[in-house]
């Protein structure tokens, strides 16, 4: 059967390469990327996580001089998802990037990361909260940046001013949060809540989120709001082992679970697309139960319209 080129918003690495590698080797991206298609993905934005900023820019840098450089590899990395530094700081809401280095939003950062890009960065999460007035946030929408909440608790009003002043995303609903919340008023409520915001990304490689879950969210979202992404590392498709993802260690077990070291969080996943699309569909008992048309949308079409949707408002 026929699908639409998938297009995964948030992929960190693949088959041993985390993007973050200082040492960027534009060969390996390109055998990365040549993986990749053949393990049945499409395109991606190549994402990176939070860490210094001068070091975040230098790898942007680099990422957007190994899409510049090579055909193979502009062919299936789309663009650069910048995940961070402007993110909660707070345990839990940090999840597995390194609170040392979670600041707050500038205009001048955000579109130092930006311009590194070169045109390049297609998305950005950062947490409403951390940027007053959300400068940032209307900065980065008038240069046609998908911006997206995530790893944040703002509050409603917060939220509902951020989508005024350009958001258009939420990053990993339910993921970038504690375990424990309050029980109605929590992070996950006020998303689903605000119909203002135009599309909510979920990480379907069914163990960041239950199964049942990931069905009842995407009942409540819709066809049109909902996007899935992998937030696979450089863990994905290896087996079990040990990987790096950015400065940390990630530890994946026989069930395929990428885990910090002490295993207090997830870190990313291990998801190839043959995944998703397993734990979306209707084969496995425990799958979403979505038709492949349904299944195409999440995966293709609306990360499409996301991004399309985004470099309209530029200027």
Partial sequence: MHHAEPLDLQLNGYRGLDFADAALDPARLA??????????GGRFLATLITDDLAVMERRVAALAAAIEGDPRIAATVAGIHVEGPF?????????????????????????????????????LTLAPERDRGCAAIGALAARGVLVAAGH????????????????????????GCPHLLPRHDNVI???LACDALPFVTLVADGV???????????RLLGPDRAIVVSDATA?????????????TTVTVGPDGAAWSED???????????????????????????????????????????????????QG
Avoid: K
């Fill in 31 to 40: 055998a990365c990327c040549a993986a990749y298609r053949a393990d049945g």
């Fill in 87 to 123: 993110i909660s700081g707070e345990r839990g809401f940090v999840g597995a990037h390194p609170a040392a280095h979670a600041r707050d939003a500038t205009v001048a950062d955000a579109l130092r990361l930006v311009d590194a890009g070169r045109g390049h960065v297609r998305m």
């Fill in 152 to 175: 944040c608790d703002p509050s409603r009003a917060c939220l509902a001013e951020a989508c005024a002043a350009g958001l258009s995303c939420f990053t990993h609903l339910g993921n």
């Fill in 189 to 191: 409520q006020r998303v």
């Fill in 208 to 218: 960041h989120l239950p199964p049942f879950v990931l069905r009842s969210w995407l």
């Fill in 235 to 247: 863990a994905a498709g290896m087996g079990p082992g040990t990987y790096r993802l950015g400065a």
């Fill in 263 to 313: 295993r207090t969080h997830l870190m990313g996943s291990t998801a190839t697309m043959p995944v998703l699309r397993r734990v979306l569909g209707a084969s496995d008992p425990d799958g979403a139960g979505l038709d492949a048309d349904a299944v195409d949308r999440l995966l293709a079409v609306n990360p499409r319209r996301a991004l399309d949707a985004a470099a309209r408002r």
